[in-house]
């Protein structure tokens, strides 16, 4: 039985844009005392909480849970995010990172774990953020979690059993939720049957699973993102496949894949809003083939001047509180790495819910590129 659950050949590019301190343990990341975070509640024993607070704390900051994989720990999962303290230090967020000494892995099989308010390591890490939203005032509609391996199966694990606390999730090589508990053996935290991919349900079959660990809930589902390598021999990457049928269902969105549609004219990833995904992305193929039906547009036309051009836009609407109007900004030419720094920068200023990208048409007679209807990069 595998001890480290490790994704073989994953790239790892995280959109949460979030990554901790090393609680090695002095100068970084500070233990909270059980007393200070569980109170009274019924809990394992091993269960502990570490957080760092960057020296400029952002006015009501983000919170970000980032969970470890097997047989590792709250320090080790440091080492493996070196960024983090810079990243905590330029934008002011808390990172939570939860630990379970001497255990294998994270209880995300037992029935407890999948049921909300039931107990065990769930329960235990959505107190640990009820505490830190408290102590620093933090923003409860600005919480995520992410994490790879087993700390990807408990992600996707909180953010089905608890979508009232999370906004959005970032699951590397993990597994459904719920997935663990067919075969579950509690003395490794581990199940055979799911890590080796032969756990398959329906779409429907999934969601319902997820909306039976908080029955009668309506509220908000957390966005989620998951990805595995293909070469991956710990966990499957058939659970790759059956996560986004889990999420798609929960999510109400299609199964299709659209990040790489192949617009006419642009060749980018483009990442939508649950809910929106097919009316915006046929917005956005009707912006590009208006487009194609002029006259395809050159440098050196004559009449450029009075040529369009489809340009990114990035809108930005705050609904929640009133303060300064924010207008629209505009990138003519904007490559796809600068696209996701753009979006990396507006996640922690701006909640998920404020941020709208389409195409429009412009009367500026710039061309993006040379290329006519229906062709595109590459």
């Not at 993990?174 to 997935?179: D, L, Q, R, S």
């Amino acid at each position: 039985m595998p001890r480290n659950c490790r994704s073989i050949g994953a790239v790892l590019v995280v959109s949460l844009g979030v990554l901790l301190a090393r609680p090695a343990l002095a100068a970084s990341a500070t233990q909270v005392t059980r007393s200070a975070w569980a109170g009274s509640a019924s809990l394992p024993s091993y269960l502990q909480m570490y957080v760092y607070v960057p020296a400029k704390m952002a006015a009501n900051p983000p919170i970000v849970v980032s969970a470890h994989s097997c047989g590792s720990s709250a320090s080790s999962q440091v080492q493996n995010i070196p960024k983090t303290l810079a990243a905590a230090d330029a934008q002011g967020f808390i990172v939570i990172l939860p630990d379970n000494p001497n255990q294998n892995c994270w209880d995300v099989g037992t029935t407890p774990a999948l049921t909300h308010d039931g107990g065990s390591d769930t329960y235990g890490v959505a107190l640990m953020v009820k505490y830190a939203l408290m102590k620093y005032g933090g923003d409860p509609n600005r919480v995520y979690i992410f994490g790879g391996s087993s700390g990807a199966m408990l992600t996707q694990a909180m953010c089905a059993v608890y979508p009232d606390i999370f906004r959005a999730c970032s699951a590397r090589a993990g597994v459904p939720a719920g997935c663990w508990a067919v075969g579950y053996d509690s003395t490794m935290q581990w199940s055979n049957s799911c890590a080796n991919g032969q756990v398959s349900k329906t779409a429907q079959q999934w969601g319902d699973q997820v909306r039976m660990m908080y029955p009668g809930y309506t509220g908000h589902r957390p966005r989620m993102q998951t990805f595995q390598g293909e070469s991956d021999t710990t966990i499957s990457y058939n659970n790759t496949g059956e996560s986004i049928k889990q999420w798609t269902n929960v999510l109400g969105l299609g199964t299709s894949p659209i990040t790489r549609t192949q617009l006419v004219l642009l060749r980018i990833q483009v990442l939508l809003a649950a809910g929106l995904g097919v009316q915006v992305l046929e917005q956005l193929e009707a912006g590009v083939h208006a487009v194609g039906r002029r006259e395809r547009c050159r440098e050196h036309r004559a009449d450029r001047e009075r040529a369009r051009a489809t340009v990114h836009e990035v809108l930005v609407e705050d609904v929640r509180r009133i303060g300064e109007e924010v207008r629209a900004k505009i990138f003519l030419h904007l490559a796809l790495r600068q696209f996701g720094e753009i979006l990396g920068q507006l996640l922690f200023r701006i909640p998920p819910g404020e941020i709208g990208v389409r195409l429009r048409e412009p009367c500026l007679g710039q061309c993006p590129h040379h290329f006519g209807p229906r062709e595109r990069f590459g």
